[in-house]
């Protein structure tokens, strides 16, 4: 098997070793992002995620809720969770990308 030019800069030892150091890099991420807070409010609705995309808290306005309209309570929810869910995992991602290693041939891994 041949393996991509430049594979690790030192051939497949400094690959190893730089893949290595990632997940140790990634293992200490995890635990930063328990710690991060995203919050993210809309018309009343407050939630906050940690940056593993965990819901940490929710507080819903008393005048938002009317026992007539309760379909639009429960959209508002869901797109409030969407979009709070959605930039606590961007966060991660950001943070997920800033260490790994540049190993030409691993790309495609989508990490």
Request: net charge negative; aromatic share 4%; proline share 5%.
């Amino acid at each position: 098997m041949k393996l991509p030019k430049g594979f690790g800069g030192q051939g497949f030892g400094g690959a190893l070793q730089q893949a290595q150091q990632a997940m140790a890099k990634a293992q200490n991420l995890e635990k930063e992002l328990a710690n991060e807070r995203v919050e993210h409010s809309k018309d009343g609705i407050d939630v906050v995620f940690d940056g593993t995309g965990e819901l940490k808290s929710l507080k819903i306005d008393p005048e938002l809720v009317d026992p007539e309209d309760v379909e639009g309570l429960e959209a508002l929810l869901t797109a409030t969770l969407q979009q709070g869910y959605s930039k606590a995992t961007s966060l991660r991602t950001e943070k997920m990308q800033g260490i790994m290693p540049d190993i030409p041939g691993l790309g495609g891994l989508g990490l």
